[in-house]
């Protein structure tokens, strides 16, 4: 491969063939600013923000997109940049509400801090932005396209990387927006709800709906005991909310928060990981052992739930039955732990962290109750998470940490697994290999599952019984292995699907500025977490074993089919 030699602001750089002047400056810890680049995505140039000079043009040209070349001479910071780059802002800012104070993103929003790197509070043009239309018909995303500044983020989420095509451009010239078929509301749109866009929304035009008043709300209800449940992914994400490293494990410390913040009991959603397992992997070997419709395809991610109720039904008969270990806790907590504590069902209030907006959703389907009573009262995501703990004043970096409670804040190694792609499927083959050989499996990191390849694919012998098994992340990437299925070409036996990239720990809650290499150290976090666990298979965890001994009876027994198991059906447009 070629490299070529250039200056950028009278420093020395040499770099391979097809670098942009951005990926060169940054070798040099040059900072270009950027509105509408991504690192995990194609190169936009809209904003025209990373604007440079080049010694012997004439014009200027957009670093993202400018690749280098031998001996060029480019300047990043010449009056003419700085001027140019300014107008560009205030350009921005006259087609931009400027409520900052109001803004879910204040603090967040990478158009603010452009604002303040220029030193700009105010623009020379008359502001035209057009008024609030705020689409809040749904339970899990907010859209403010008043705030919208036409980068692509969101819409090359949608339509490239998930292939779902909710958002897109419509119309020409200064008249571009971003909006879905017709302008409907998402509600009435065939959108999954899988939050990604809103991970990638550089301002406050898209984002999780907050439902933290909620929380504060019952929090201050004498009558109501409130329990809170913590998702794998969350206890490796929410640091960043305050500055610790990727992937930090701050499971301690976001325990003793949600303690402080007021919380009647802390649990630990790896606990009905590990009890999903146990009725996830049973429901496997039944339709192996019994001629049941196979591939069996995971039921834990609602955005893909979503997803094949709105695209596929046809092939819903696929799915696994069981609920999600958030829909799982929701019903053990008013069923099992209202009897074991003599608490009414209705006074208790479960409250889930969660890093996915589709969770949202899912706690508002209305069959996820018991007995009338909903299972999830409330989800947050993890930037919600963050801040509530701003708002309670609490300091998280130096905060002494707590254990989780019992009963079920017990959880192997399986169950915090489950965060990342190919932990569902990792964790229920060490348990299906136990059922089906009566023998404790040795090795028990399936690695060919593991990584962030698009799609994996292997094959264990259990029995002399070949397994074979796929994982998928990315609805894109479903759609590959959907297709297979269509078309009877599919030898698999088990198939995990997660409608974000990464898995949980890349859902669409969690923190703003998430990148690939994010979610790798997040990835890393998870699987140091099951090897340091004493206990590494769900059917070792003896809170489950009790839960099974003093009320379930056994796996996919008559108890647990009514509280653990759901159906879903076509909501095909």
């Known amino acids: 491969m070629s490299h070529y030699n250039l200056i950028i602001d009278r420093k020395e750089v040499t770099v391979p063939e097809g670098t942009t002047i951005l990926e060169a400056a940054r070798l040099l810890n040059i900072n270009i600013p950027t509105l509408c680049y991504h690192p995990d995505q194609s190169v936009k140039a809209n904003c025209r923000i ?61 158009l603010q801090t452009l604002c303040k790197q220029f030193n700009m509070s105010d623009s020379r043009f008359a502001n035209i932005a057009k008024k609030s239309c705020l689409d809040n018909t749904n339970p899990s995303i907010v859209r403010d396209t008043s705030k919208c500044v036409k980068c692509n983020r969101c819409a090359e989420m949608c339509q490239t990387i998930q292939d779902v095509g909710v958002l897109s451009y419509s119309h020409r010239s200064n008249k571009i927006t971003i909006d879905t078929a017709y302008g409907e509301n998402l509600e009435d749109s065939k959108c999954i709800y899988c939050g990604q866009c809103s991970a990638v929304c550089p301002v406050g035009a898209i984002y999780e709906k907050d439902n933290t008043e909620d929380v504060w709300k019952v929090l201050n209800d004498e009558n109501k005991h409130v329990i809170v449940q913590i998702a794998p992914a969350v206890r490796v994400s929410v640091g960043e909310e305050f500055n610790l490293p990727a992937g930090s494990n701050v499971t301690g410390k976001m325990v003793a928060a949600l303690k402080r913040i007021g919380f009647d009991k802390v649990f630990d959603t790896n606990f009905t990981a590990d009890l999903t397992i146990m009725e996830e992997g049973n429901e496997l070997i039944d339709r192996i052992k019994h001629n049941g419709v196979l591939p069996m395809i995971t039921s834990c991610c609602p955005g893909w739930v979503n997803y094949a109720e709105i695209y596929s039904p046809h092939l819903l008969k696929h799915l696994s039955s069981c609920k999600s270990p958030q829909q799982m806790f929701g019903a053990i907590s008013k069923s099992y732990y209202a ?49 509530m703990i701003d708002a309670a004043n609490i300091d998280f970096v130096n905060i002494e940490e707590e254990e989780f409670d019992a009963p079920f804040g017990i959880a192997s190694g399986a169950g915090a697994i489950f965060g990342v792609t190919g932990g569902v499927m990792e964790a229920a083959l060490r348990t299906v290999y136990n059922s089906l050989t009566q023998e404790d499996l040795q090795d028990i990191e399936f690695k060919d599952v593991r990584g962030m390849e698009g799609i994996k694919e292997a094959t264990v012998i259990i029995d002399n019984m070949p397994i074979i098994f796929a994982v998928a992340h990315g609805i894109a990437n ?45 990835t890393e976090q998870i699987y140091e977490i099951d090897r340091n666990k004493n206990i590494r298979k769900s059917h070792q965890n003896q809170g489950i074993i009790e839960l099974y001994d003093e009320y379930l009876g056994e796996p996919i027994g008559h108890l647990s089919h009514e509280l653990l198991h759901t159906t879903y059906s076509s909501r095909k447009k």
Request: proline share 3%; aromatic share 4%.
């Open 50 to 110: 990373c604007i440079v000079e080049v010694r012997g043009k004439n014009s200027l040209v957009t670093a993202c997109s400018t690749l280098v070349w031998e001996g060029a001479d480019i300047i990043t910071n010449s009056k003419l940049v700085l001027d140019t780059r300014k107008s560009i802002l205030e350009l921005i800012l006259a087609n931009h509400p400027q409520d900052c104070l109001k803004c879910i993103k204040n603090g967040k929003c990478e």
């Open 339 to 387: 009897e074991k504590f003599d608490i009414k069902p209705e006074d208790i209030v479960t409250v889930s962290i969660m890093p996915c907006t589709a969770k949202k959703y899912e706690a508002k389907r209305e069959e996820m109750n018991v007995n009338g009573v909903k299972e999830v009262d409330v989800v947050l995501t993890t930037r919600e998470l963050g801040r």
């Open 478 to 522: 479903a759609k590959k292995i959907l297709k297979e299925i269509e078309n009877g070409e599919s030898d698999y036996t088990f198939i995990e699907i997660m409608a974000c990239t990464g898995g949980c720990i890349g859902g669409g809650g969690q923190p703003i500025g998430t990148n690939m290499k994010m979610k790798e150290k997040r």
